[in-house]
């Protein structure tokens, strides 16, 4: 064979055996992945590896997107691509049990009548076509969950979401919440009108009211919530307890000056209390919430603080405290993956000096080391920050705010259950007999271990606590805080890990430090000169004005004037065509560094990887001909 022959022959095979050796890897080493993202963007948390694995049946994944609509929108395109990637990832890793395929809903075709069918929301564009954008998920006794609209601002969230989504489908069962409070934001039905964080547990939880006159607990509760709930009675007491010590979990949200509750607004009942707390139940195990609030200044939140005559001012106030994640516990599943603070409002300490024998209580949330506490009465009212820190006495170490009691929890009542009292109503007398027929046994002595986790806030349930008005942006963990309290309890630890998981756009910090530097700078230049151009303008026109007046020629305008007048209108006319020049140079530099980093990005993107091996180009050349010098 010719060695032309030979060359192109040996060249066709090496492509052959280049194309086949690709497609080869890319079947066996699809599940394969190396994430260098800082917080590991692209790798499967252990939760939902979890979840793909002990999978029973097949769950068919729907990808709904309009690829052409969404051109328009670089941020759902960006979006799309996280979505697919992650999709892929969810394939790969599940051995195939997870089936995944994607539409594209383009007007008046059969995939547009399967994504409307399915409840897919059809987003206007102010366009011709609308914008589908979400995920439709089936299993094999067609059980259908849908997520209608992917909004990139919850990309927090997304994993939790679709993980959430896979596992109520292959266990359609969802675990049972009872939820006992005076909020009403916590008590609509559905959720809907109710606080963001009674809808968002209602979507993974099946939501069992509990009436504030309850005479039983209901059957078969994974979880019991008592957010704000009025005083129990002893008998309402014991059934909680008796519900406890048999093991149950509880998350128990209490506040000693709920602000939430002295705004009386439209969320809530007009007989709400302004405070709560643990009662007997407390006592009983030697932990009890303080019945000061308290106040950080240590993180402090900036809140609108009204000056008078008008004028509003952020201002940071004490009452209401982001906790960051370096005050949460980074060991329980309840707090540990939390990367955003959590707000409160005049929260409460959960004081435990002495718990009762077999209990632990591990701290979840603490405030900073010199807290304050603040009289109740005052705190639950408007407060100015200045009148806060007036009365503040910081305190020698941190507060508790969140704890986790585990152990077998002693009995408020030693000697049984405490008699029935039947009330007068003739209703509530039939509730409280029938109630009383299904009691439990007394035990004396727990027969399992509890897990009860305490809140000492309830504001934090609103949704102006944590959800930016008008454009339902989560702007802290609040709610991450509660679902994760109710995952871990009822069983759902590992799915807790995935609700804060981090952006995978990732600001640009450098860029934004210069960028605020530079509008720092340039809105006070830009306040001081407009404030002096001003003046000068209504000085100039005062003159012009006063030479105009009773000029004989209407175009002799300094007809009146002083010679010191003149040289003063001639000094402003100077001064002003001076200011108007000094703020168009502002405008000018206001991006000047930022356009100087961008255009040496450019550079080095365009001609850094050239240059690079162009000098790897020379070195190997030189490196040749030194060793050929050498041999010679």
Do not use: C
């Not at 055996?17 to 963007?41: G, Y």
């Not at 980074?330 to 707090?335: G, H, K």
């Not at 799915?495 to 530097?517: H, K, N, T």
């Amino acid at each position: 064979m010719k060695s032309k022959h030979y060359l192109i022959a040996a060249s066709a095979l090496m492509g052959v055996v280049f194309v086949s050796s690709n497609l080869i890897m890319q079947k066996l080493l699809a599940s394969a992945r190396v994430d260098f993202t800082e917080n590991n963007l692209f790798t499967l948390s252990k939760g939902t590896a979890n979840t793909l694995i002990e999978l029973a049946e097949p769950v068919d994944v729907t990808f709904v997107y309009s690829r052409q609509v969404a051109q328009e929108f670089p941020a759902v395109r960006a979006y799309a691509a996280r979505v697919r990637e992650l999709l892929d990832s969810y394939e790969s890793q599940s051995g195939r049990k997870v089936i995944i395929r994607e539409i594209d809903p383009t007007p008046f075709s059969p995939a547009e009548d399967e994504a409307l069918a399915a409840g897919i929301s059809a987003i206007n564009t102010n366009g011709q076509d609308p914008l589908y954008f979400g995920i439709i998920g089936r299993n094999t006794i067609d059980d259908e969950h849908v997520i209608p609209f992917l909004a990139p601002e919850r990309e927090v969230t997304l994993e939790y979401d679709l993980t959430r989504m896979i596992s109520r489908l292959d266990d359609p069962y969802p675990r049972r919440v009872g939820i006992l409070s005076s909020l009403s934001g916590m008590t609509s039905p559905g959720g809907e009108g109710g606080y963001q964080i009674l809808r968002d547990i209602n979507k993974s939880f099946e939501i069992v009211p509990i009436a504030g006159e309850f005479q039983s607990i209901p059957d078969e509760l994974d979880v019991l919530v008592i957010a704000h709930a009025n005083p129990l009675s002893d008998r309402q007491s014991w059934l909680v307890e008796q519900y406890l010590m048999r093991g149950g979990s509880a998350v128990i949200l209490t506040d000693p000056a709920a602000k939430v509750a002295a705004a009386n607004g439209a969320f809530e009942f007009s007989d709400t209390p302004l405070s709560s707390d643990l009662g007997l139940l407390g006592k009983t195990w030697g932990i009890t919430v303080s019945k000061m609030a308290v106040a950080d200044a240590a993180s402090a939140l900036p809140v609108p603080v009204d000056l008078g005559n008008g004028r509003v001012e952020e201002m940071a106030h004490p009452l209401f405290i982001g906790t960051p994640a370096g005050d949460m516990s980074q060991e329980d599943l309840v707090t540990a993956d939390l990367s955003r603070t959590v707000n409160m409002g005049a929260p409460g300490a959960i004081l435990y000096d002495s718990p009762a024998s077999g209990l632990t209580v591990t701290a979840l949330m603490q405030t900073g080391p010199g807290p304050s506490l603040i009289d109740a009465e005052h705190a639950g009212r408007d407060m100015a920050p200045g009148e806060v820190l007036r009365a503040y006495q910081a305190h020698s170490g941190p507060f508790t705010l969140a704890a986790r009691v585990s152990g077998k929890l002693p009995s408020a009542f030693p000697d049984g259950a405490p008699e029935l009292v039947v009330p007068s109503d003739p209703v509530l007398a039939e509730i409280a007999r029938a109630g009383a027929q299904n009691a439990p046994e007394h035990l004396s002595v727990a027969s399992h271990s509890s897990e009860v986790i305490l809140i000492a806030d309830v504001d934090l349930l609103a949704d102006d606590f944590y959800i930016y008005p008008g454009q339902d942006i989560v702007v802290a963990d609040n709610g991450a805080l509660v679902l994760n309290a109710i995952d871990a309890l009822s069983g759902g630890g590992e799915l807790s890990r995935l609700r804060s998981r981090a952006a995978s756009q990732r600001p640009m910090e450098r860029i934004d430090s210069m960028r605020e530097r530079a509008e720092a700078q340039y809105f006070r230049q830009q306040g001081q000169l407009e404030s002096r151009l001003n003046a000068a303008q209504t000085r100039m026109e005062e003159l012009q004005a006063i030479g105009s007046s009773d000029g004989f020629f209407a175009g002799d305008l300094e007809a009146d004037l002083t010679e010191i007048e003149r040289a003063e209108l001639s000094e402003l006319r100077e001064d002003i065509v001076r200011l108007r020049g000094l703020l168009r140079d502002i405008e000018r530099d206001y991006r000047r560094d930022i356009d100087r980093m961008e255009n040496r990005l450019k550079v080095i993107n365009i001609w850094g990887g050239p240059l690079l091996v162009a000098l790897l180009g020379l070195l190997v050349w030189w490196r040749t001909r030194q060793k050929a010098g050498a041999d010679a």
